[in-house]
């Protein structure tokens, strides 16, 4: 019988060491993504870091680290160069291949998932916090971003609206797309207490003065960066089909921060009520007592 339970006991720990995720050699960390290189300086492992990724715009100090180039079209010398004892890479870094030649050359790679949810978010603290060995300072980001998070839900309740809105990625005036369902742009969307004015497809699309005044969307949410790409608020609403639309005839134009915004990080909550505040005019009391008056 005892011989039976202590057999159980060790398969048992057996099972969990299998599952465990050990904690790495953070001694040199390239951070292939904004919201992983974000997360690792949040938990205090920002001097630890040796190179970052072109996406990688905050913290500020984040900036002045090497950059590999951008995530997503990565040349994995760049990276080994750095000799790195640990990278982070996010959900999407590629090309695969060369993801295969940093293990090769005996550098540990993590991918980290990038679900575009506030579960997702609090997930991808943790992982890479328990690759870092960071956990107590995971349970206070993830704190931080829950209380963020509840005074976004507090405003939501509040709101009196639900617009719809189309939310534009523009890179210049050649390079302008929406983003249908199953997007992170669509995910905060809904967090804020509106709604996608695009549902006819996934993903993102090509930008048409069809598609743009079907959709009539009451606000147009683009990321800073975006916008002043195309010469700002007089500059998008030269784009074809813009004007004929509610947001663009009363300039309800929204930007915020890129990384802020579809960075899915620990500043999650902070976005959200950001842009809960910003999709619900009725919210601000100064344009409630300006009614009033």
Do not use: W
């Amino acid at each position: 019988m005892m011989r039976s339970a202590a057999l159980l006991l060790a398969s048992c720990l057996l099972a969990f060491a299998a599952h465990a995720q050990p904690t790495a050699d953070t001694s040199r960390i390239v951070t292939l993504g904004g919201s992983v290189t974000e997360i690792v300086y949040a938990l205090g492992a920002g001097s630890h870091v040796v190179g970052v990724d072109a996406s990688s715009l905050y913290p500020e100090a984040a900036t002045e680290k090497p950059s590999v180039g951008y995530f997503r079209r990565l040349p994995a010398e760049g990276v080994l160069s750095l000799d790195p004892s640990l990278v982070l890479a996010l959900e999407g870094t590629g090309p695969p291949t060369v993801l295969d030649q940093l293990r090769s050359a005996g550098v540990r790679t993590e991918l980290i998932e990038n679900e575009p949810t506030v579960e997702g978010t609090t997930r991808k603290i943790r992982r890479i916090a328990g690759l870092l060995g960071r956990e107590a300072q995971a349970d206070s980001l993830i704190q931080e971003m829950e209380a963020a998070l509840a005074e976004a839900r507090s405003l939501r309740r509040r709101a009196t609206s639900s617009p719809r809105v189309l939310f534009i990625y523009a890179r210049g005036s050649g390079t302008m797309n929406v983003a249908g369902t199953g997007t992170s742009a669509e995910a905060m969307i809904e967090l804020a207490g509106a709604k996608n004015a695009v549902s006819g497809f996934e993903g993102f699309k090509p930008m048409s003065a069809e598609a743009v005044a079907s959709a009539e969307p009451e606000v147009i949410l683009m990321l800073t960066r975006g916008l002043e790409s195309i010469g700002g608020v007089d500059g998008l609403l030269e784009q074809p089909g813009i004007t004929l639309t509610p947001a663009g005839e009363n300039q309800r134009i929204v930007a915020m921060d890129d990384l802020l915004l579809l960075g899915f990080g620990p500043r999650l909550g902070t976005a959200v009520k950001q842009l809960t505040e910003k999709l619900h005019p009725e919210l601000d009391p100064a344009s409630s007592s300006a009614s009033q008056q």
